[in-house]
């Protein structure tokens, strides 16, 4: 059974434009959330983290969403560059648990057109 | 600095054989994990490891697999005998565990192909 839900394998999205990756999860016992990229051939890489404490964590281009009771993250990219097309994993854990809790989801292909 | 460094980044074998591939961590890393990723089953953690002792394995798929870390600069899986279905992408990653929550720092992986 899946704990951490990426439904789209995958978003085409223009140059320019927003891209919204979308993550879901069935734990309540979860309250630190993260998403890594992913380009070919290289390991995942961390992009950007949120707490349960709160509702929006903003780096730069990237934007984290989490409504805690829907159980749903998104990962929000504004705006989007070619060189942003990679493989997205959205990851959850208990934030004061082991690190091997740490669950991630099948993740989600951005493809950003020029 | 130097990342998490893994070998081979490539291994064909043959079903039958044994697969051995080689972590070294990030230097002052104290965790090391080996993940397995496939299209079915997207990254799963294999076992992990802090301070180099073993602290959860239950996500080896079987007992064909086993990983040791010797000391805090390596650590290997091993697949023995190996199947097709073991194909698939390894990879290692380590962190500095500080009790809670930290970034893992991935290598690039070895790719496994079982024929």
């Known amino acids: 059974d899946q704990q951490v839900k990426q439904n789209s394998p995958s978003l085409s999205v223009q140059e320019g434009r927003i891209s919204i990756l979308n993550c879901d999860y069935t734990?309540?016992?979860?309250?630190?959330f993260l998403w890594y990229k992913k380009y070919p051939a290289e390991g995942p890489t961390f992009l950007i983290s949120i707490s349960s404490i709160k509702d929006k964590n903003e780096d730069g281009r990237f934007t984290v969403f989490l409504n805690k009771s829907a159980k749903h993250l998104s990962l929000h990219i504004v705006p989007s560059q070619p060189g942003d097309s990679a493989v997205y994993f959205c990851?959850?854990?208990?934030?004061?648990?082991?690190?091997?809790?740490?669950?991630f989801g099948k993740g989600t292909k951005l493809s950003v057109k020029p | 600095d130097a990342g998490v460094i893994q070998s081979p980044r490539h291994e064909v074998t043959e079903m039958g054989q044994e697969v051995t591939l080689r972590c070294k961590p990030i230097?002052?890393?104290?965790?090391l994990f080996w993940y397995r990723q496939t299209m079915m089953r997207g990254l799963e953690l294999l076992i992990y490891f802090n301070n180099n002792v073993p602290i959860d394995d239950s996500g080896m798929p079987e007992d064909r697999f086993s990983a040791k870390m010797p000391n805090a600069s390596f650590s290997t899986l091993k697949i023995q005998p190996s199947e097709p279905r073991d194909s698939a992408v390894y990879f290692c990653?380590?962190?500095?565990?500080?009790?809670?929550?930290?970034?893992?720092?991935f290598g690039e992986g070895s790719r496994l192909t079982v024929l």
């Open positions: 734990n309540s016992m979860f309250d630190y």
């Open positions: 230097s002052g890393h104290n965790s």
């Open positions: 990653a380590s962190s500095r565990w500080t009790g809670v929550a930290g970034e893992l720092f």
């Open positions: 990851a959850a854990m208990n934030y004061g648990g082991s690190q091997g809790n740490l669950i």
